[in-house]
């Protein structure tokens, strides 16, 4: 178990035992690693919380799952190839195979919820067209019902990003087409929840699209549960907007301090570069120039690691001609560190822009709790029965746990 899902298996664990009812997951998050990190929760928690995990995305180990099923003649229609890392498929014998893979890595007997993770890949294939898609989603709710009628699962939905979409979206999931599958599936179905991003910035689910009535009206118009994801991530045109304020837990590290770390890493590489390179410099390199650029004005952790493991640490590497010790690497690290609370202070910048726009535009309350659980609370006062949010951090739980 590696440090990161320590952290990750602590937080989690109290966040079930401070009250936390729902836990959400998918076959492909870490390769099954995470259903399995849960099972490990499951053991240890005071109560047991609703189960929820997911089918469709084809990714390592899975293919060859998938190539074994197709070589008995199993799950090879409507395969979606989106590359050759990612394929999709709700075909009814993939879902029966990963309900019981599922079922193996959490340790338990049913999942109560099980939905079909974003169908919409079927809108990669060359003439996908609307009544296709829901063809296939009915085809995959007469395997889940049975899957119910069996009692390996509790019930089913889906989730889709593209459930937000307007109506005259050639690629939306629509919920009223959604719904008349299930209703053709059986008149006394278990179709009872959907999943959508949905945050302060993505707000189309109460947009008043059908007839007067927004998403959210038409679900629990249907009597459907509702989870939403990506309450704090929000894609605005290209750029992610983190909407979480970081200063209590990340203070902005010292301009002063940043830069001795940055020259004293630079300084150890370019003398260890001049031993093979004497004329050379690093400095001369283009990826070194773009780095200088960089190191300071990432505007994302995950666009750190990007430059970090990507391009700076393999070069690290090669000037090395190989792995360092812990001590040789000790001075990069630091420096990715560094780059990292940057990072993390660019996007609070970009929060607190948000916020300031958001206490204005009167969508929240100006208040002394950080924006992310003012953000959720209000989020909680819509009609959405679960807010998702990641539980890397035990602060994360501490944060929200009066909302469990």
């Known amino acids: 178990m590696t440090h990161h899902s320590t952290d990750h ?4 664990l109290s966040a079930v035992n401070k009250g936390c009812s729902l836990i959400d997951t998918s076959s492909n998050y870490t390769g099954g690693e995470s259903e399995k990190l849960i099972a490990q929760v499951l053991k240890k928690a005071d109560h047991k919380p609703i189960i929820v995990s997911k089918v469709g995305y084809i990714q390592g180990e899975n293919i060859k799952v998938v190539e074994e099923l197709n070589s008995i003649g199993q799950a090879s229609e409507d395969l979606v190839k989106v590359n050759d890392g990612l394929w999709h498929s709700i075909h009814p014998d993939f879902i029966r195979n990963q309900v019981q893979l599922s079922l193996s890595r959490l340790e338990v007997e049913k999942i109560d919820v099980y939905l079909l993770h974003n169908p919409e890949y079927y809108f990669y294939e060359e003439g996908a067209n609307q009544d296709d898609y829901y063809k ?9 019902e049975a899957l119910v009628s069996e009692g390996l699962i509790g019930s089913y939905g889906i989730s889709s990003n593209n459930f937000i979409l307007s109506p005259e979206d050639p690629k939306i999931t629509h919920i009223e087409r959604v719904m008349e599958c299930a209703q053709k599936v059986s008149s006394s179905h278990h179709f009872t929840h959907i999943q959508f991003p949905f945050n302060m910035i993505e707000i189309d689910a109460l947009e008043a699209w059908y007839d007067g009535l927004s998403l959210l009206n038409k679900a629990k118009g249907f009597d459907l ?3 939403v994801n990506r309450p704090l991530n929000a894609f605005k045109g290209e750029s992610l907007v983190r909407l979480a304020t970081y200063d209590k837990t990340h203070p902005l590290i010292e301009e002063s301090v ?5 020259v004293n890493a630079m300084m150890i590489l370019e003398k260890k570069f001049k031993e093979e390179e004497p004329d050379e410099s690093i400095y001369n390199l283009p990826l070194i120039k773009q780095f200088n650029d960089l190191w300071n004005n990432t505007r994302t952790p995950d666009g750190v690691d990007q430059v970090y493991f990507s391009h700076f640490f393999p070069f690290v590497a090669r000037v090395w001609g190989g792995d360092l010790s812990a001590k040789e690497s000790g001075p990069f690290y630091d420096l990715y560190d560094v780059s990292l609370n940057y990072a993390r202070n660019n996007m609070n910048e970009m929060a607190k822009d948000f916020e300031s726009q958001a206490i204005s535009a009167g969508l929240i309350e100006d208040g002394e709790a950080p924006l992310q659980v003012r953000l959720i609370e209000k989020y909680l006062s819509y009609q959405i029965d679960y807010v998702l949010v990641g539980m890397k951090d035990t602060r994360y739980v501490e944060q929200l746990e009066h909302l469990f």
């Open 9 to 12: 298996f602590d937080a989690l």
């Open 136 to 144: 296939r989603i009915e085809k995959a709710f007469f395997e889940l």
């Open 225 to 227: 549960k509702v989870m």
């Open 258 to 262: 940043a830069q001795k770390v940055f």
